[in-house]
Each structure stands twice: as structure tokens, then as C-alpha cells.
């Protein structure tokens, strides 16, 4: 779609004289190009429209945006007086303020997408205009909308004063205080988490969406009053990325180290974390674990200088006395020393985001968390040294972009983050808000990402073999045309249910039961079990060529890896005969044989690798299983017949007596190698 029919599309009506003037600038520029003389007169006239232009924007985004900021202080003058009333709260004044807000929320998002409309109309006559002209204007105009950064100005202020309103309305005016430190008090948290990628246009829109339903947590550093959404991981891996490919590949008992702390680079208090991957046949859930260090700590404990019995102490000496929780921590700390020093860990790589999470305050059955500005850091020592010894680089801050850094050590993400967490029981479905939203054309799937996984293969690529099945889609533009209808159903008072609903239903995870065409939807969040962590999900995976896209292999795919050349394990599997002499010896073998810890691995020369996700059942192995089981009671039969014949029979019964005995006897062997070998591949699989 051409700029000029979207730039169309996209107009708010009310608003349509205040948007840049595509149409005319590029006209303008037409009829100067007309002529084949597009002299210094007309390039000054086309620079002082464009002036104009960018006045007229920026002066709409700044009176649009105070007004929206009185309103809102409007309407929180508004909310006090109704609770300071005697006779408590009119529900009637509930109603208008409520209808105010909403229409204050559908104004936010029409301003972000009136920011990023008109900044990607400059930057696009911009580039027209220095196409075809002998002019370079672009870098002396970037200048000047750099001094009047309108694109730049967040609204998270305004819609965490939002999210406030919405809760005090739907609470019946009880406000709720539980905000700050809201992710440093739990320890051990089990999560079912679906992960998708929203496109920077419509992440205000996401956000504005979400607040009706769910307040916004405000993420604080201990200690601070202003709140700060930055979080900061550090990931540790070997150097033959043995934890990369254990998480990519989702080994049973894969690891993920990190260390994380929120806020700036100030913060004394950091998070070791440990996240352990579990498989489906376990009947065990994925889980993270995690306990407090202060970060002069960090190094001696690493090292192995502070044993945890020492870190246990300094618990006690703070006051926990809980001895199931010291225990409980001081196995972790253990267990993380042990990897960190016997798999030769260091600091691999570093993310960075700004997260909003929404969540109802004391229920975690819905929460909901967006991550901006995700930029991933190199953190390793090789080529030159980065941490200089240190558990972390401290030449990186906790400000986007990081500009000051090399580019090489820099991978910025085009997308944010959107994570839906639910915990819910057994055949319950997600909220109804929370199924249309992940159905919009707002997100786009991406089921399993992870930003340890991303930032190892874009900054590290050259020394992995095997990439994550996300990373053809990075060249995909991930918007989608939004339905005709869509604005009328988000944002009238019929379309969307009333933000008045208790906040027990508001959270309520079963309340909704679609049907069959809802519940096969792409996100199947209410399809999800404890016994199927991968959830039914459908994968495409798109294989760029020159001309045109291919769909390539989806999880109805039993393998999980495709191999160098093009070929696939599938292929492999077919030629790899279960009776090859090469192959004998892996039939009872019950795991796949790793590389030595620490030996890096040869990756010139190879042809990249894309892990897809593959969903193992247990009803699998059962299925292996039925299938022995019936070979061997055809074998029983077989060697049944054999023995009445060798008792009972004349000189040729006996003859085919021992016949049918040695053909049974192949048989039961065949039957037991074949058994052994799928069950190597399927807990292997396919490797």
C-alpha cells in the first residue's frame, strides 16, 4: 500500500487538518521536477512548506497532549470529591467520569498514532525529495525535528494515571496501594506464558486496551519513589553455548542463568535466577527460582568465595527466619555455583526493556506485562575485554539507545514484547478480552520466544550452528490492516463491556467458553493444559527466497531440526536404518551425547540450522509402547504355534516347528531394537 492511501486510512477525522500534508508536499515536488530545474528557489520554498508542516504538527501534539493532561487531572479532582462524599460514592458520577476516561484513553491512542503517522510522513517525502533531487535535505531537517522531538514524548505518565482511574472506578472507589517492588517479593511463581510481538505503532493502542481490565503495576527500585520500569539481565553461558542450544533445543533439564536487577546501575540488590525447562513427559512444570544478592557480593560469589552457607547467614542476619524458604534458597545457591564453575559459565550477553505490567493487585491468575525499548548487549570478553573481570560491562547504562556503544556489541529489537500470563485450572478459558485481543490484528504471535535465545544468535551468530525459528520472520513486517469495524467495537459503549464489572470478574479466567471456532484460534490460550507446555499452537515458518515466501514445516512436523543442505532430521531419520552397524550402538542409549563442556563448537563453514518447536506428549511413548507390546504378543502366538508343532508334529511339523521358532525369536529381537529406537528419537527429538 502506498504511504498516501495509508497516511488516508489512518486519518482521524476530527483531527484531519492537522495531519502533514503528504499529497501537497509531494505534488510540490512533482511539479518542481517538472521542469528538469529544480533550482535553489524552488528547493527554498519546498523547505519552508515543509517548515510549516512540522510547525503545525508539533503544535497540535503539544496543545492536544496538555489538554489530555488537564483532563485527566480534571478527572481526578472529580474522583476525590465523589469519595470524600459522606454518603459514599455516586454511582451515577462513577458512570460519567467512567465515559470520560474512556473517551480520554481513545484520544491517547489516536495521538501516538498521529505521532508515528506524521514522523513516518517526514521521513518518507524526506527521502523522495532527496531521491530526486540534486538536494540532500534529509540530514540538515533531521536536525531540526530533533530540536522539536514531538515522535519522542512517551505517553506512559499519562496512562499510568489512567490505569489509576480505571481501577478506582471499577473497585467502587477503593483505591488499591499495592504497587511498588512488585516483582521483587516472589521466589518461586509457575506461569503458563504466551509471547507475541507488537509492532512500536500500536503499542499505545495495546496499552490503552489493557488498562481497562487491568491496572498497571508500577515497577519501583527498592528504595526509590519515583517508579522506574527498567529491567537488566545478565546471561551466563559457556563457550560452547551449551545453555543456548539446551533452551533452544528444549532439553529436559535445560537451564537458563541470569542475574537481574531493576532499575538503574545504582541498585545494591541483585536477583540470581535460574529458569529449568521441563518436558511434557515428566508430568513437571517449567519453574523459576530465584534469591536476593547484594551486588558487592556478586563476584565473590561466582568465584566460589561465598559459599552458601555464608549467603544463608547474611539471610538470617536480616530478619528471614523462615527455614523452609533458607533451605529452599540456600539448595539454589548451591546448585547455581556448582553450573556457574563446573560448566565454566561467564556473562554471555545482557537485555535490556522497559517493562509495564498489568495485573489485578493479590491475583496472579491474569497478568499481563509489555516490554519496549528491548535491546540486547554482548557481554563476553572475546576479541577485546568488555567487563574487564567483572561480573558486568559497566561502560552500558540503563538508557535506550545505547549510542555510545559499539554496533557490533548492540542489537536493538524492532518489536516490543507482549507476555500473557495465566494460571488457571483444569479446561478453564482466558478472559474474553484477552482472546479478542490476542486475535487483533495488533500482536503477532511468536509462541516461546526468548530474548537469551534472540541475543546469542544475532550477536553471537558466527559461533552457533543451530538459530531460532523466529529469526526469517525478523524481515516480515508484522502489521495488519485493522478491520473496518474495529474502532467502533473497541471504544463504543456497546462494543466493549463496562470497565464498572467487579474486579473478580474482571480476573475471572473461566468465565468465557467460545466456541469451536474460538477455542482453534492462533493463540489457544484456552486450550493450553498443565500437561502440554508448548500449548496447541500452529508454527509457520517462512523460508525467504528472491522471488517469494514459502511456507515451511509447522509443529504437525515430528522433528524438530532442519539439516544442512536443506535436508530435514525427517530425511535423515529414513536413511538412518535402525539396523546400521553405525547406528546399533545408540539404542539404549537414553540421552544424546553432548560435546565436552567448554569445547567450543565448528560452526565455519556450516550451513545455518532453524530449531522449530516440537510438542512431545506422553501419549507418545505410550503409543511406542502399545506398538512393542503388540509385536511381541504376535511373537507369543507365533512361538505358541511353534512348540505344538515341535510336540505334537510329524518329521515336517517339527522341521516347521523350528522354523516358525526362529522366526519368532527374529521377530522379538526386531521388535525390541525398534522400540529402542524410537524411543531414542522421540526423547531425543529426532537427534
Known sequence: MKFGQQLSDQVYPEWRFYYIDYDGLKRQLKAGLR?????????????ETLERELEKVVAFRNIKGDELKRRVQHCEAVVDSILATEDGPDEGRFSRVEDEISRITMEVTELSKFVRINYTGFIKILKKHDKHTAFMLKPTFMIRMNARPFYKQSFDSLIIRLSKLFDTVRTGGKRSEANANAGATQQNFVRR??????????????KCIILKYLPVLVFSAKGKKEPDPAITSIYFDNDSFDLYLGRLEKT??????????????????????RKTHREDWTGEQSVKSRFPLKEKYVNAFLKGELTPEQIVEKMKKKGLTDEKELTTRETLAREVQESVMNKKL?????????????????????????????????????GRPRSDGNWRRTDAGTTAPFDYLPAEDVCAFPYAILEVKLQTQHGASAPKWVEELVNSH???????????????????EHHVSLLPFWLPQMDKDIRKPAPADWRSLEWSSTGAPSSRESSTERGRVNGYRGDASKLRSKSNLSNQTPDSEEGSVEIIVEERSEDADEEGPDESTPLLIAGPSGTTRRQSA????????????????????????????VVSGQAKRIALPVRVEPKVFFANERTFLSWLHFCIVLGGLALGLLNFGDRVGQISGLIFTVVAMLFMVYALFLYQWRAHKIRNRGE
Open 574 to 601: 529414513q536413511r538412518q536404518r535402525p539396523f546400521s552397524w553405525a547406528g546399533m550402538s545408540k539404542f539404549f542409549k537414553r540421552q544424546t551425547p553432548r560435546r565436552p563442556t567448554g569445547q567450543a563448537p
Open 442 to 460: 495488533l500482536v503477532e504471535e511468536v509462541p516461546k520466544f526468548s530474548k537469551f535465545i534472540h541475543g546469542i544468535a544475532t550477536l553471537l
Open 35 to 47: 521542469s528538469d530545474n529544480f533550482n535553489e528557489q524552488k528547493e527554498a520554498n519546498f523547505v
Open 193 to 206: 506464558t504466551t509471547k507475541y510481538w507488537v509492532h512500536p505503532d500500536n503499542v499505545t493502542e495495546v
Open 346 to 382: 561467564h556473562p554471555a550477553v545482557r537485555t535490556f526493556y522497559n517493562r509495564t505490567a498489568f495485573q489485578l493487585p493479590g491475583d496472579a491468575r491474569v497478568r499481563i506485562s509489555l516490554d519496549t525499548e528491548l535491546t540486547m548487549i554482548r557481554e563476553d570478553n572475546e
Open 252 to 273: 529436559e533439564g535445560a537451564e537458563a542463568i541470569r542475574l537481574r536487577w531493576y532499575g538503574n546501575m545504582d541498585q545494591t540488590e541483585i536477583f540470581v535466577e
